[in-house]
């Protein structure tokens, strides 16, 4: 019946899309369209926040809960590139509650929260055989299951100066880019979960962990955090770990995870948020598809680094910029650029590099405000010393969009990309050259 409902919700033309935080070739974060707050009892079906209304959620708030459900989906169809053309859709329902535990329990700075995530469809990717190293439907991925995404208590303290939070979490919830707002998994969710997704993992996918943020001054602010980086909460077979709060087996590619980062946030007219940070994995596992480093012999070419096994420990630095360039409309109308690069450890990453730039703008008519137009290119590069045919090559996505507001609960983005080099260089599997890939798609969120 849920498969049927699905199928329907595609032949009508509702992709439904949402951007959470993931990792690898996998999805990404964080939803970017937000209904309005405060919800307005007396606006009408077209216009309200939620499909369903109200229902008594703007009380509970007052009250110190905060409900939340939303189903995004992405319908997508390449009309070059792989080995056949054809269509895919995938998308993610999502629940998300969290209790203000000072207005419930007088706990003053407390917060408890939980998120489950359920996640369907198909990967294009797989479906078209593209040989792509991001997806072209982001959304996809860790498991047509539901998990429990968010499990944790926040706690703040020193007037607000320090934040503590613990539980399960999403690396991509307190780190990283976290917005979502194209189809590519290039520019969507945490860059180093994307090229680092077997101990890095962004949404929907979280473990065990701490992390604390500290205000420096109201624009500047220090994170550290420690994760449980372990690939047994990856599983799709074991509901004590991905759909409760169960403890992982021991693994041996397990570790501990430490991101670093500084904040900048400038306020004013002008915001935006820039991030520098750095990450540190105590594992010795270096990425699928990197057999050995190749050590380049004059007169002898490239030979495996036996030791590379030895070599313990993976890291990488990165950057994310997101900026206001205009100020054009009362709701946040005007211009917005962003620009992510992150760099991997080059001993043990098959993908060592990805780099990201876009700008987006809000109110693209001035009869449609709520409208937005984005547009995006990167790339991610596949380490030179890795034993494919797509050692030392680049895939270089472009990307545009339109944003219709349909309704006040309702939001369409349709999408184009255009995808050169898939893979790299552009070698299947097999080495065989593949052609580039136009995609078209439809992406949609609706908030109940």
């Keep these: 019946m849920l498969k049927r409902s699905l199928n329907t919700a595609r032949l009508c033309g509702v992709g439904v899309a949402l951007s959470l935080l993931s990792g690898g070739a996998y999805a990404a974060d964080l939803p970017t369209k ?51 053309k054809t269509s895919a859709n995938a998308g993610q329902l999502w629940f998300e509650a969290k209790f203000d535990m000072e207005k419930l329990a007088g706990i003053k700075g407390g917060m408890f929260a939980f998120t489950y995530v359920q996640r369907f469809g198909d990967n294009l990717n797989t479906e078209a055989g593209i040989p792509a190293l991001q997806l072209t439907n982001e959304v996809f991925g860790r498991g047509n299951i539901a998990r429990l995404t968010e499990f944790y208590w926040q706690q703040k303290l020193f007037d607000d100066r320090l934040v503590l939070k613990g539980g399960r979490l999403p690396v991509g919830g307190d780190f990283f880019f976290g917005l979502c707002e194209f189809i590519n998994l290039t520019f969507c969710g945490g860059q180093p979960g994307n090229i680092q997704g077997g101990y890095i993992f ?12 500290y205000n420096i001054t109201k624009e500047l602010q220090l994170s550290v955090g420690v994760y449980d980086a372990n690939p047994q909460y990856l599983t799709t077979s074991d509901a004590g770990i991905y759909a409760a709060p169960g403890i992982p087996s021991s693994h041996p590619g397990a570790g501990v995870l430490v991101p670093v980062e500084l904040v900048y946030a400038p306020s004013g007219p002008l915001n935006g948020t820039w991030r520098f940070g750095g990450w540190y994995d105590n594992a010795s596992t270096i990425d699928g598809g990197l057999p050995g480093i190749i050590t380049v012999i004059p007169g002898v070419g490239g030979v495996p680094d036996q030791n590379i096994g030895d070599q313990r420990g993976r890291f990488g630095v990165y950057e994310s910029i997101l900026q206001r360039l205009t100020v054009e409309g009362p709701k946040a109308q005007g211009w917005y650029t962003f620009l992510n690069t992150t760099v991997a ?23 449609r405000p709520d409208d937005e137009v984005g547009f995006a290119v990167g790339t991610t590069h596949v380490n030179s010393a890795a034993l494919t045919p797509n050692a030392g090559g680049n895939e270089v996505p472009i990307e545009a969009w339109y944003g219709w507001q349909a309704t006040g609960w309702m939001n369409l983005k349709f999408d184009a990309q255009y995808v050169i080099n898939p893979g790299g260089r552009g070698f299947n599997a097999a080495g065989v050259k593949t052609d580039n890939a136009w995609v078209f798609g439809l992406r949609t969120v609706v908030h109940f």
């Excluded at 707050?37 to 110190?64: I, N, Q």
């Excluded at 780099?355 to 703008?361: D, E, L, R, S």
């Design 345 to 367: 450890d080059h001993r043990t990453a098959f993908q060592d590099y990805q780099i990201a730039w876009g700008v987006k703008h809000t109110g693209t008519f001035s009869f």
């Design 34 to 84: 937000a209904p309005p707050v405060p919800y307005v009892s007396a606006d009408d079906f077209w216009t309200r926040p939620y499909l369903f209304g109200d229902l008594g959620r703007t009380r509970l708030k007052e009250m110190g809960i905060s409900l939340a459900l939303t189903l995004g989906d992405e319908a997508v169809t390449n009309v070059s590139g792989g080995s056949r």
């Design 202 to 213: 962004n949404w929907p996918v979280s473990q065990w962990g701490g992390v604390a943020h």
